[in-house]
């Protein structure tokens, strides 16, 4: 067999978002090397992965690349005819499409043992099951394991020697260890075959979110976005970032973009109701987490928006199973735990918070993010206080440009009335990259001193990056007010993971529910 004829067996056994994986590197590999296929055999992939996209409802991405497979075809000598190869078996391929299924309704269920067996018996009868493999992974099978299921199909196959480093990279991403997972995944972007496939980009900008680089994270959904413009795929996550960074006015108009590509997928209503939650719309942003959830129940970003939402309007229980279910479905995600830890925090529950920040660190070892996570909470307590800072100095030694420890250390620093050791390492941590919070910081600790002409600058800048930050908007209005120093109270908040909506009119932003009939064309839902 070879590799065209494994992706028609999966496309006969209906293992469609298995189809799309392998057609889209395949194809990529196609661009950059014309030699590996025949004009045949790539109509052939052009058909497969059209047909695999015309089943996860993107009719529009569907048309597109059905036109490409239609313009494939006019390559074609008059005098060759496209012929199938030779028919897999019905049973085998009906057999795969059900323990496909299984595993995952065993997977959605919690049965792990079970989904494990079913994804399993997939990749038994089809090797190139990628999306199979991926579950796999996702369940912690070793990946040593699940290659050794994979290595008859690449040494019998030519071409396919990435496929081992594929998995390796997706072992490292689903074990928690990103920056493995990063350099593994830009060794194989780099390779000449594989260079600029979408689906390795929205990987690695996957990767690059997940431990907590926001510019590489966004730099990278862009560029999957510049070569295929129908993307959804990761969408949800971009659009989150752009959000949190205050680009309110490119989310709304990716919001609308997505929407106009299917609105039967979650990630252009996760989308909105980012853009709702950080333009204080809390009401809206919990239908638009709920709608999203009822499209796709698996949306680690539709439950995490909902359970902020939630959370910031003081339903604090209800946010809490969100960030446990999100926790189940993404225990290596971070950003599910600091979830659900903000919660115990809001309801004084901070020996819950310790248990679960301590759960982490041991968990997933001593890196920036677990150790500042583990220093948010000893903050919390003042017995605490200088193991925290003990953590965050850590934290900083192994990553200096770490926002979220640089932020907390800040905290700490205004604490203890520090101001010109703050001033220092905002300024440190600035000179390398820009970010709103840290400006507005520096503006705080720079009222502190006295410096109310830098501390001016400072709030203009957080303001020009972020328009909606309230609190840069306050301290700029308490300095025009020539407000004395003396009767003002430097107050730090730069947990901004939700953004700076948590101070926001509740009231204000549950009476907008009764608007949403009049904005419903914006969203989508005619």
């Known amino acids: 067999m070879n590799v065209i004829d494994h992706v028609r067996d999966m496309a006969a056994a209906g293992l469609h978002s298995n189809v799309r994986i392998i057609s889209s590197l395949l194809l990529t590999m196609s661009t950059n090397n014309p030699e590996l296929f025949s004009p045949s055999q790539k109509y052939q992939l052009l058909v497969y992965h059209a047909d695999a996209i015309f089943h996860d409802k993107e009719y529009r991405n569907a048309a597109c690349k059905y036109n490409m497979a239609l313009q494939q075809k006019k390559v074609l000598s008059k005098t060759t005819k496209v012929r199938p190869s030779s028919t897999g078996g019905t049973t085998s391929a009906l057999q795969a499409q059900i323990n496909m299924m299984l595993a995952n309704l065993y997977r959605k269920a919690g049965q792990e043992r ?100 926001t510019k590489n994270s966004i730099l990278k959904f862009e560029q999957a976005q ?85 959370r910031n309007m003081g339903r604090v229980q209800e946010a809490i199973i969100h960030f446990r279910e999100a926790m189940r479905l993404a225990p290596c995600r971070l950003d599910c735990y600091e979830g659900l830890i903000d919660c115990y925090l809001a309801s004084n529950g901070v020996r819950e918070a310790m248990g679960m920040a301590n759960n982490i660190y041991k968990t997933l070892g001593a890196n920036a993010q677990t150790l500042t996570i583990l220093a948010t909470v000893c903050l919390e307590d003042p017995l605490t206080q200088e193991k925290a800072k003990t953590l965050l100095d850590k934290a900083l030694a192994q990553r200096p440009d770490y926002i979220k420890a640089v932020v907390k250390k800040a905290e700490l620093l205004s604490r203890e009335q520090k101001y010109e050791e703050g001033i220092a390492l905002l300024r440190n941590t600035l000179a390398n990259q820009s970010d709103c919070v840290l400006h507005r910081m520096l503006g705080d600790f720079l009222v502190a001193v006295n410096d109310y002409q830098e501390a001016m600058d400072q709030y203009s800048i957080a303001l020009s990056l972020d328009p909606n930050d309230q609190k840069s908007l306050e301290g700029m209005q308490k300095m025009e007010k020539e407000e004395s120093p003396t009767d003002a109270t430097v107050e730090l908040d730069g947990d901004d993971m939700e953004g700076s909506g948590e101070e926001g009119d509740l009231e204000g932003s549950d009476s907008e529910a009764v608007q949403w009939a009049d904005q419903e064309q914006w969203f989508g839902m005619q």
């Not at 998995?167 to 830009?186: E, L, P, S, V, Y």
């Not at 719309?281 to 939630?310: C, E, F, H």
């Open 226 to 310: 510049m070569l295929d413009p129908y993307l959804i795929k990761g969408m949800d996550v971009y659009g989150y970032l752009m959000a949190r960074e205050g680009h309110l006015e490119d989310v709304e108009v990716l919001g609308g973009r997505l929407f106009n590509i299917s609105d039967q997928h979650a990630e252009p209503w996760v989308i909105s109701g980012c853009h709702s939650f950080y333009s204080k719309r809390y009401s809206r942003a919990l239908y638009l987490g709920a709608k999203a959830i009822q499209l796709n129940s698996n949306s680690v970003q539709a439950l995490l928006l909902k359970g902020v939402a939630l």
């Open 114 to 213: 079970s989904a494990v067996t079913s994804y399993k018996e997939v990749l038994r009868q089809c090797p190139l099951a990628l999306d199979a493999i991926i579950g796999l992974l996702s369940l912690s099978v070793k990946g040593a394991e699940v290659a050794s299921m994979t290595m008859d199909v690449i040494q019998s196959i030519p071409n396919l020697d990435w496929l081992s480093v594929w998995i390796k990279a997706h072992a490292f991403t689903h074990g928690g260890d990103n920056q493995r997972a990063i350099n593994t995944i830009c060794s194989l972007e780099k390779k000449s075959l594989l260079r600029d496939n979408v689906d390795l980009l929205v990987t690695l900008a996957d990767v690059y979110f997940r431990a907590g680089d």
